[in-house]
């Protein structure tokens, strides 16, 4: 079974070819021209996904060594995300899906996320407990089986990935910031700057980034931005380790909770250096085992998106073609 990914919900145009289970092709186009606003402009976002995505298409068929004519189905993310750029990948997917007499498989953002994990080798086992977390999201999962899962705790207010892209900005880093603080934390001390912790009541998995955002936004207004190349990699170290703490504490309580061996973690922070080795740390010296995707599977990709659709499909699964984007599409 051939399955052609699509995936427009933020600023990445990403199309994939799935052969059986396996990555054929996954070409991403990612867009530069918000940087200069310090942040995605949805109708920008929409209108260059409208002049990449026959080509990004294009090229994932050629890539994947696959004519349109072996295609068995099409997977398309409709949500969530911002509203218009869902409806180019989607309204792209379901016309192609219907000029080829094809199914066409509408999937849900978070669960490409949350599956892509067993995009690799090797994978965790069912059930495993997965930390999704990214510039709109920040997750904790229970995933008994495919597409059997339980949300056990998500933030309250900032997601982690939007913390760090606010926090960057503050410190005039720039967008997007999550991979320049991650930059300079490894060069700086993580212990320099108590920034506060916040792990909310006793007996919760859900998640609140607000404060430490605030906590930055005090510490500049107090001491000014910070000129001393050392002192700013002091501050993104402090800032990166108070969030990192949180995801780490609250991912292996709920891997305890639940008795599962297997830990994973998904989404764009997720490749964040920080995290991924303090979360390895902790899940060793729990008797646990972390997996991770790899790098180009952390940020939003069509693989993924197609090979949820291929999973979808081998139970006998297909959406119709009314099927619309839905910005706020929570994980059922």
Not at 16 to 24: E, F, P, Q, Y
Not at 153 to 160: I, L, S
Not at 191 to 204: G, H, K, M, V
């Amino acid at each position: 079974m051939t399955i052609l990914g699509i995936e427009t919900s933020c600023d990445e145009t990403s199309a994939a070819v799935i052969r059986d289970g396996k990555i054929c092709s996954n070409v991403i186009s990612s867009q530069y021209v918000h940087r200069k606003y310090g942040g995605v402009v949805p109708e920008l976002a929409s209108r260059a996904h409208q002049r990449l995505i026959t080509q990004v298409v294009e090229e994932a068929l050629q890539n994947g060594s696959c004519g349109i004519r072996d295609l068995d189905a099409v997977a398309a993310t409709y949500g969530p995300g911002l509203v218009g750029a869902l409806l180019v990948g989607l309204n792209f997917g379901k016309a192609l899906a219907y000029g080829l007499g094809i199914p066409f498989v509408g999937v849900n953002h978070m669960e490409g996320h949350l599956y892509s994990v067993l995009l690799g080798e090797p994978a965790p086992e069912f059930p495993f407990v997965s930390l999704i977390v990214s510039g709109g999201h920040t997750l904790l999962v229970h995933v008994r089986g495919p597409f059997l899962h339980d949300v056990l705790g998500q933030t309250r207010d900032d997601a982690a990935g939007e913390a760090f892209d606010k926090v960057a900005k503050m410190l005039g880093l720039g967008y997007p910031g999550g991979p320049r603080i991650d930059a300079l934390a490894a060069q700086g001390n993580p212990r320099a700057i108590r920034f506060p912790r916040s792990y909310l009541e006793q007996d919760t998995l859900d998640f609140s980034f607000s404060g430490i955002k605030t906590a930055v936004l005090y510490y500049v207004r107090d001491h000014g931005l910070p000129g001393d190349p050392s002192v700013l990699a002091d501050v993104c170290a402090s800032f990166q380790q108070s969030v990192v703490d949180v995801l780490v504490r609250k991912t292996l309580r709920a891997a305890m909770m639940t008795g599962v061996r297997d830990v994973a973690i998904a989404g764009g922070v997720s490749a964040n250096a920080g995290l991924r080795h303090e979360l390895g740390k902790a899940c060793t010296a729990a008797g646990k085992r972390l997996f991770m995707p790899h790098i180009e599977f952390c940020m939003d990709n069509g693989a993924m998106i197609g090979y949820v659709g291929w999973l979808k499909r081998n139970r006998g699964i297909r959406s119709p073609l009314d099927l619309t984007a839905v910005a706020g599409l929570e994980l059922a």
